[in-house]
């Protein structure tokens, strides 16, 4: 054992550790224990070195850190305070060094960042609300800064409806280009599968066309340049998919189950 971080007295003796991620040499993971509510925590393998790294809200209130990502030697994640709601937070692993990074939302209301994702080359992608946009994904171009920064989303869905953007999903084209794929809904062609590449957002495939339903892609898998992927077709049902990025290279690849 570590460390013993709720000894054992009480109705409730475990500290339960819980979203362990490792960021370096560092585990972050989160602890919820009568003093501090549910905060940050991290270890360096030792008693002396896992230590609470920030209440957050302060008091026994809890932050609820989730959706911790390791991203360019950082941890992200979101985590609720009295005066931003749920917002987007980053941390070197010291008390100084944790602080919020994106106010999705400005003021007490809830951006409620989710999904983070960190491509190979440091950038990070996450879906979150915003009041002129609705829930749609984001982009941190440059996640090495502690400071505090202004970016706004990737309104795919315009106006105030949302695109409820799912499954980023760090990818290649053919050409050797990173990209990063994903899932919504552009209120035109139902939930589809999107991708960011070279600096924009574009829709790879529209599997379903004319209704407003969509193929619903899911279980993204990368290989090499090629995404496979779940999707329902039409006369086919939900089927194995493959794509390149493109229209023309979006493909099923086999009819499994024929009726």
Not at 11 to 19: A, E, L, R, Y
Not at 214 to 219: D, F, I, Q, T
């Amino acid at each position: 054992m570590v460390k013993d971080i709720a000894p054992a007295r009480g109705p409730n003796p475990s500290s339960d550790p819980q979203h362990l991620t490792l960021v370096g040499d560092t585990l972050f993971f989160i602890v919820n224990n009568a003093r501090h509510g549910a905060e940050l925590w991290r270890s360096d393998g030792t008693d002396a070195g896992t230590v609470l790294v920030k209440d957050i809200f302060p008091g026994r209130v809890s932050s609820n850190p989730s959706e911790l990502c390791a991203c360019n030697g950082y941890l992200f994640f979101q985590a609720e305070d009295p005066e931003h709601g749920v917002e987007l937070w980053v941390s070197d692993g010291t008390s100084d060094g944790t602080q919020l990074l994106l106010d999705c939302i400005p003021g007490p209301e809830s951006g409620y960042p989710h999904a983070l994702t960190c491509t190979p080359q440091g950038e990070l992608f996450f879906a979150a609300g915003h009041p002129d946009a609705g829930v749609e994904p984001w982009r941190l171009e440059d996640s090495s800064s502690l400071k505090p920064i202004n970016a706004g989303p990737i309104d795919l869905n315009p106006g105030k409806a949302s695109s409820d953007p799912r499954d980023f999903t760090a990818g290649q084209l053919p050409d050797g280009l990173p990209c990063v794929y994903f899932t919504a809904n552009d209120g035109k062609h139902g939930r589809e599968l999107f991708v960011f590449a070279n600096g924009r957002v574009y829709q790879v495939s529209d599997i379903i066309t004319n209704v407003p339903a969509g193929s619903e892609p899911s279980n993204l898998t990368p290989s090499g340049s090629t995404l496979f992927f779940n999707a329902t077709a039409p006369a086919r049902g939900a089927e194995l998919f493959k794509t390149q990025g493109t229209p023309e290279a979006t493909t099923i690849v086999k009819d499994i189950r024929r009726e």
